[in-house]
């Protein structure tokens, strides 16, 4: 069936270091891939997409790039801010659009 | 006025009654959504609706029902809650057409005492 795996959290960063969370699936076909990021008492938000193989989202510093090969879907930000703490997820499209969630990954930068 | 409202924004109840959920967008698409919310579980998805006469469960529908008023109007009940359904619920829509992008309200906190 289709899933969403991601690393585990929570994960603390210091301002200006390098941001990694890794995201891989499983599912069949080519889904589109999502993040979505969730602000202290609110809403997920859409954060990037992409709906293809080899496909670049980006949005707001944030990258990730759809690896078909190695069903991934890493998200990276060269330089974090205070303002990016935060939970993410990881989300597909299922062939059924229906879009599942990954569990979230809680990130806290310290100034 | 947010794109999708849902009320109440937090309620505390009792094991045994009924409570409702309700749901409303500006955006006007045509999908709607609920999902529940719990801590290292992510969101996972209850019932959704791909138009008004449309109703389809979810992964995790049982205990739940839910009922599509208008295109703009999804309500999610608990006919008789329990503790373990105490939770934070979303709404969400999405366009017909193009990738699923979903706009999420601003959730609803459920306490089942």
């Known amino acids: 069936g289709n899933s969403v795996t991601q690393m585990e959290g929570p994960v603390t960063l210091s301002e200006e270091a390098f941001l990694t969370i890794n995201c891989t699936y499983t599912?069949?076909?080519?889904?589109?891939l999502f993040w979505y990021v969730q602000y202290p008492g609110e809403g997920l938000q859409l954060l990037l997409k992409?709906?293809?193989?080899?496909d670049k989202g980006s949005n707001k510093g944030f990258e990730a790039t759809y690896r078909k090969e190695t069903t991934s879907f890493h998200l990276e930000k060269g330089s974090v801010q205070v303002s990016d703490s935060a939970v993410y997820f990881c989300?597909?499209?299922?062939?059924?659009?229906?879009?599942?969630f990954g569990p979230g990954t809680s990130l806290s930068v310290i100034p | 006025d947010a794109d999708v409202t849902q009320t109440p924004r937090n309620r505390i109840t009792k094991t045994g009654k009924r409570i409702m959920l309700e749901c409303s967008q500006t955006?006007?698409?045509?999908?709607m959504y609920w999902y529940r919310q719990d801590p290292g579980l992510g969101l996972r998805l209850i019932y959704y609706?791909?138009?008004?006469?449309?109703?389809n469960k979810g992964e995790i529908s049982d205990g739940y029902s839910v009922s599509r008023q208008a295109q703009a109007k999804f309500s999610l009940s608990l006919e008789s809650a329990i503790p373990n359904q105490t939770a934070l619920y979303f709404c969400?829509?999405?366009?017909?057409?193009?990738?699923?992008?979903?706009?999420f309200g601003a959730g609803s906190r459920l306490t089942v005492l």
């Open positions: 969400a829509t999405s366009p017909s057409s193009g990738a699923n992008v979903l706009t």
């Open positions: 599912a069949t076909g080519y889904p589109s």
């Open positions: 992409a709906t293809k193989a080899d």
């Open positions: 989300a597909l499209e299922t062939s059924y659009d229906k879009v599942i």
């Open positions: 955006k006007g698409h045509d999908r």
């Open positions: 609706s791909f138009d008004v006469k449309d109703i």
